[in-house]
Each structure stands twice: as C-alpha cells, then as structure tokens.
C-alpha cells in the first residue's frame, strides 16, 4: 500500500458535503454537543481509570515489599528463637548431667559414711571388749592379797614354789622342770 492509496482511501471515508452546506447523516450525531461530552466524560474517566490503577499498583508494590521485609523479620525471630530453645535443652541436659553425677556422687559418700560408720561401730565394740578385757585382767594383776611378790598370777598359787615364782617375777621363764608345791 502506498501513500496515495492511503490518501484516496480515507478521502472516501470523508462525508460528503451536500451542495447547501450540510453534512451526511452519519456523522451528523458526532457533532452533537451530547455526544462530545459525553466522549471528553468517558475519556477522563478512563484516564481516572488509569492513574488509579497505576497508584493502586504503586501500593500493591509497597505492601509487598512490606510483607517480605515482614516475613524477613519474622524467619530471622523464629531463627533467634530456635537459638535459643536450643541453648535452654542443652542447659537443661547440662543441669540434668550435673544434677545426676551429684546424685551419684552423694550415694556413694553416704555409702562411705555407712561403711566408716559400721567400721567405728565396730572399733568402738572392741575397744569396750578391750576395756573389759583389761578391767578383767587388772583384777587379776597386781600384788596378790597372800603374796610378797608383785607379779604374782592367782592362778599358781599353791602350784609354783616360791623360788620359781621369784625367778618369774624377775623376768624369768617358767619351765615345766620348775619344781611344784
């Protein structure tokens, strides 16, 4: 298609002027003063139309990027609190370990205690057996109420001679060839 082709087509989309002045039919409603108003009404609405889309997309853009910088927020919280929730377990298993080696470690003191206990019942039995002992023994030590010699045994009285038991009382050994009563 070539210019002059353009220029004859749209000539003939052109009203015909009619011979006094008046334009075709067709195109008589366009030049109605309603039909204008109409058209500029209708053209500012759609511009309204589209600075409201425009600033509405603006918004949805900002709110957007609210919402992520949001989200952003919330991951890194709920990242901080993992952290920390898991810093509390560990505390916790920390408390719980240390709390179970003290359990541990005071069963087997009071065990100890138990057995040193037992063990100074049992000192404290034999030292009263000793002191019996001793007491016993101390009745029958010492100077004989019949005798001359301090370290005369009850027992040999009337079996050992006199002689033998001096010779005992100075340190001697009796010796079963020492002479009887």
């Not at 889309?53 to 949001?70: A, N, R, T």
């Not at 991951?75 to 898991?86: A, F, K, M, N, W």
């Not at 505390?91 to 205690?113: C, G, H, N, V």
């Not at 030292?127 to 019949?146: C, D, I, V």
């Amino acid at each position: 298609m070539t210019f002059d082709d353009f220029k004859t087509k749209t000539m003939k989309d052109q009203p015909v002027e009619k011979s006094n002045g008046q334009k075709a039919k067709g195109l008589q409603c366009l030049s109605s003063p309603w039909w204008c108003l109409a058209a500029v009404t209708l053209g500012i609405l759609c511009l309204g139309s589209l600075v409201t889309i425009v600033l509405l997309g603006i918004q949805l853009s900002q709110v957007s990027d609210l919402l992520k910088q949001q989200q952003a927020n919330l991951t890194h919280q709920e990242d901080i609190l993992e952290g920390q929730s898991l810093a509390q377990r560990q505390t916790e298993e920390a408390s719980k370990e240390s709390q179970r080696e003290l359990k541990e470690m005071i069963e087997t003191l009071a065990r100890k205690l138990d057995e040193k206990s037992k063990e100074q019942m049992e000192l404290r039995h034999q030292n009263l057996n000793l002191q019996e002992a001793l007491k016993r023994a101390a009745n029958f030590s010492g100077l004989h109420p019949a005798s001359n010699f301090p370290f005369q045994l009850p027992i040999l009285d009337r079996t050992v001679s006199k002689e033998t038991q001096l010779h005992m009382a100075l340190g001697g050994r009796f010796s079963s060839g020492a002479p009887f009563v």
